[in-house]
């Protein structure tokens, strides 16, 4: 079966095309600046229409959204409740699901009968106990307005779940993992049998471990001084916690763990910092989800910082496992979301 997987973004869109269930990867692309100024892709279904007729004959389509909220559980086929439940989560990532929805609705246009899933980055955190998903607010914000721990990176947890399930030789069902998904975004996951009971990211994926840009997790009053004290509007302190801060805001260098990591081999204080705290604040996560699991097979580490800076992965788990009963096994597995959707979509469209 012949699936394509789709990333829509506000501007772009990238693609991988498979074979399945042979799993080979027969292209893979993107559209960028779709919209802006002097791009001959003025909209998304014009963008789409050049990648269907770059790859030929497609059989089933996968389509990456970031928020599926309490509605979608596990990857989903698209029908018309779907994509009105797609468009309500809207409010919850106003950036990200319109632009998954044009992608849907320009595939639904150009492809008609050919079957569409949805794979939510959210789905797979929606196995977390209330005890880990209420926060310490009134009852009635998550009652009346759904404010609640989500979880993002789902999908990127799961592949790599289900692979270092499979190098443990065991079924996913009997693994207790801890799964670090360090790029420019970074979250960590508790996985019980299969299954995440915890993990850092929360009602946006601001929450958490020091990220390239965004804060992480930071005392609340902040935010209320900044506007109180500082008179910066709402939008200046979002701006600030999520574009302005992380390794770039501490190092005031970049972003790039690779240019950090330069700078502080050179010297530089506020890179050496930077990275301190990075690892300090992953260890500090690792060490209590290995006490809300109880005992862990395996730590995984994967995108850019997890999968190419073994340096963090040995300053993370260095000396933390010493007094264990149970030693976990240090894993570093590349992630590959884009295979994951298809393996879903795959799995959704074969049963019909
Ligand atoms: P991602 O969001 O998964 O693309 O990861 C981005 C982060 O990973 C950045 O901090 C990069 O510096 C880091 N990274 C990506 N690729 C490499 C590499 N080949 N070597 C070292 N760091 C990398």
């Known amino acids: 079966m012949r699936v394509l997987v789709i ?33 001959p892709v003025t909209n998304h279904r014009q963008g789409l229409k050049l990648i269907l007729k770059a790859v030929g004959r497609v059989e089933a389509i996968g389509h990456r959204v970031v928020h599926g909220a309490e509605d979608f559980r596990e990857p989903t086929l698209i029908n018309e409740k779907v994509i009105r439940k797609i468009r309500e989560c809207s409010r919850l990532a106003p950036i990200h699901n319109p632009a998954n929805l044009e992608g849907i609705l320009a595939c639904k246009a150009l492809l008609k009968g ?15 106990p209330p005890r880990a998903f209420i926060y310490g607010l009134p009852y009635r914000f998550y009652r009346q307005d759904k404010i609640r721990k989500y979880g993002f990176h789902g999908t990127s947890h799961e592949y790599v779940a289900y692979e270092a399930a499979k190098l443990l030789r065991k079924n996913i069902s009997q693994v207790n993992l801890i799964t670090c998904h360090l790029g420019n975004g970074c979250s960590i996951a508790a996985v019980k049998n299969g299954h995440p009971i915890d993990t850092s990211m929360g009602f946006t994926p601001l929450e958490g471990l020091l990220m390239g840009t965004r804060s992480g997790d930071i005392d609340p009053a902040i935010i209320t001084y900044l506007v109180r004290k500082k008179k910066l509007s709402p939008e200046a302190v979002d701006e600030i916690l999520n574009k302005e801060s992380g390794l770039k805001g501490i190092s005031g260098i970049s972003n790039d763990m690779r240019k950090i990591t330069l700078a502080a081999k050179k010297g530089n204080g506020r890179a050496k910092l930077a990275i301190e705290i990075f690892i300090y604040r992953l260890k500090k996560y690792i060490w209590a989800y290995l006490g809300v699991l109880g005992e862990a097979d395996a730590v995984v580490f994967t995108a850019g910082i997890g999968e190419h ?36 979509t795959y799995k959704l469209v074969k049963k019909i």
């Open 7 to 39: 990333n829509c973004g506000s501007s772009s869109i990238k693609y991988k095309f498979y074979e399945m269930a042979r799993e080979k990867l027969i292209s893979k692309g993107a559209i960028e600046r779709i919209g802006e100024k002097g791009s």
């Open 114 to 128: 050919i079957k569409q899933a949805a794979v939510f980055d959210t789905a797979f955190h929606q196995s977390l």
């Open 309 to 344: 800076r073994p340096e963090i992965v040995r300053g993370a788990c260095l000396g933390l496992f010493n007094n264990l009963r149970v030693k976990p096994k240090v894993m570093v597995i590349p992630t590959d979301e884009e295979l994951m959707i298809a393996r879903q």
